[in-house]
């Protein structure tokens, strides 16, 4: 879905405000704890309307000007007057099968999803001022109370923060949000279930419940979100999609946020997307010595098409980063195409796919080789459009990288042919593919040497002869690592290098098992077991990590 506008950059299209005007209220905003849309009215620069009216293109609401004009005695009747007053809801029309409901705040929208189940009502939303919901209240109602001293719905002509102070939802969500950095997390999972509403961090790969927020602020939490994230707030039955960007203890910080309607409510999924510690270095992918000296060769070939392979969060987009960070100079011209974009490169051209408008892969890799690029990242190859393009890119004089799904890197040269790529443009365009996997590292505080059991040994293909004079270490747990015993995580890698015997096996249509075997002996193939275990016996992880990310080889280890 398109990005929403932010609320100052609508008011300034609706001529509202100006431009000085906006920067000169987020100053105001951030030294006082306020909103934008509460700055701009304290200040004098615009009225509570076109807040709201701003609002309603934000949020794609209907507006409904309570200051003016009757409410129909037919939508007066829809609700229980004890209902619109404890609620501060006002209902302006009743149609055919539904209620239009005016609210002062697009936060508050959740408390309709309670009243829809509780009075087998549909209500519909619209926003309304502040002002213009207290007089309907006190006009048909007779309503005149005094609001509340603690608000944790603002006036809905804030529009954007709220103080802290005022609203304990938002301290929650913020605080929630926070941790999740602090602790390294990867993802935020925030899932409703039958009686709570389960909140759970991915650390290194593993989930962990670290929350449960009561069932009776699930509506306040996912609003929050949704809002946080510029998500459609009446939409509840379709999947969206949406971006948070805040900072954390002094660093910029990128959610990519996903909502998918689920049997309890939404399950929203937050990707965290850390600019500073997500881009690594060539050397902090964990490449044994060895291969990292292939590696950085071989991306500095002129032409050819190097493909990593492996499951969804096994690390590929993290090493083809690192390794256009390191072929990236003034004198390169790199373009990419990803879905989506997760991290800004400097000086890199960066496309991001968007299937709905006809922006794929194929047809961004079109367009780019017209702008004469040297180096070419293609996010994945999925069809054999994209793999046919791909391929003559790499023919004609680019250097093209890109990733597969596929379990080991042989079985990259395959699938290729099985989408229907010819074998002779497979054989000549492919220059190298790489399989990975992501371990976690052992905790240097408190991992303790230990002796594996027999079957142990035997799983990973280790002989006792391999294993004299080495050390193995286990995860044990303290305070530095959270008792997981664990912090961090590093690759395993298998990588080999076409040949002429390689590329003679592919023309003639040969199995994956016949191009592995051939790969181990001319290809410099180091199989992804194999780099663990190595891995192992430098004390950089353990055995259980890497049998639970390979396929054990009925084997010895060569090493």
Not at 164 to 182: G, H, K, T
Not at 217 to 224: D, I, N
Not at 419 to 442: C, E, I, P, Y
Request: proline share 5%; aromatic share 4%; hydrophobic share 45%.
């Amino acid at each position: 879905m398109a990005e929403k506008q932010k609320l100052g950059q609508i008011l300034v299209a609706m001529e509202a405000v100006n431009e000085e005007e906006v920067h000169r209220a987020l100053v105001h905003a951030k030294k006082n704890q306020l909103r934008i849309g509460e700055a701009l009215i304290e200040l004098g620069f615009t009225t509570e309307k076109m807040v709201t009216r701003a609002l309603c293109r934000q949020m794609g609401l209907p507006f409904v000007d309570l200051e003016k004009g009757r409410i129909p005695a037919s939508a007066v009747e829809a609700l229980p007057a004890d209902v619109v007053r404890e609620h501060r809801i006002v209902p302006v029309k009743k149609a055919a099968g539904h209620v239009i409901v005016a609210l002062d705040d697009p936060e508050r929208i959740f408390l309709l999803d309670d009243l829809r189940f509780k009075l087998d009502l549909d209500m519909r939303p619209a926003l309304a001022t502040p002002a213009g919901v207290r007089k309907a209240l006190a006009t048909w109602w007779s309503f005149t109370g005094e609001e509340p001293e603690e608000k944790p719905e603002a006036a809905v002509a804030s529009g954007g923060e709220l103080a802290e102070d005022d609203a304990p939802v938002i301290r929650l969500v913020d605080s929630m949000i926070r941790e999740a950095v602090r602790t390294r997390a990867s993802d935020i999972h925030v899932e409703p279930l039958v009686d709570r509403v389960r909140v759970r961090y991915r650390i290194d790969g593993h989930c962990r419940e670290v929350q449960s927020i009561p069932k009776a602020l699930q509506g306040p939490v996912l609003s929050r979100l949704k809002i946080m994230s510029r998500m459609d707030m009446a939409e509840r039955r379709r999947p969206q999609d949406g971006r948070i960007g805040m900072e954390v203890d002094g660093r910029e910080i990128d959610f990519r946020v996903s909502a998918l309607p689920a049997w309890h409510g939404e399950s929203l999924v937050l990707r965290i997307l850390d600019r500073e510690r997500g881009l690594v270095t060539l050397r902090e992918l964990g490449f044994h010595a060895s291969d990292h000296a292939r590696f950085e060769k071989l991306i500095r070939r002129p032409n050819g098409i190097f493909l990593v392979t492996g499951p969804t969060g096994s690390g590929k987009t993290t090493s083809l980063y690192a390794a256009l960070r390191e072929l990236n100079r003034p004198d390169v011209k790199i373009i990419t195409a990803e879905n989506p974009v997760e991290y800004n490169l400097m000086g890199v051209n960066q496309c991001n796919v968007r299937a709905e408008i006809g922006l794929t892969f194929a047809r961004i890799l079109r367009s780019m080789l017209r702008q004469a690029p040297d180096i070419i990242l293609v996010g994945e190859i999925r069809d054999l459009e994209t793999a046919e393009i791909a391929i003559q890119a790499a023919l004609t004089g680019h250097l093209v990288f890109s990733t597969l799904h596929t379990n080991d890197a042989p079985s990259a040269i395959t699938r290729l042919v099985d989408m229907g790529v010819k074998r002779f443009l497979v054989s000549t365009a492919v220059m190298a593919v790489m399989a990975q996997r992501l371990v976690r590292v052992l905790c240097d505080e408190c991992k303790e040497p230990y002796v594996p059991e027999p079957a142990e040994l035997r799983a990973a293909g280790i002989t006792p002869e391999q294993l004299e004079g080495r050390t193995i270490y286990r995860a044990v747990g303290c305070p530095a690592c959270q008792g997981i015993g664990y912090r961090g995580r590093t690759g395993i890698f298998e990588l080999f290098e076409m040949d002429s015997t390689l590329r003679d096996l592919t023309f003639r249509g040969a199995s994956t098992l016949e191009i592995r075997e051939q790969a181990r002996i001319s290809g410099g193939l180091v199989t992804l077991l194999e780099d663990g275990v190595r891995k192992v016996f430098d004390g950089k992880t353990t055995l259980d990590e890497v049998l639970a990310a390979t396929v054990a080889e009925d084997q010895a280890v060569t090493l």
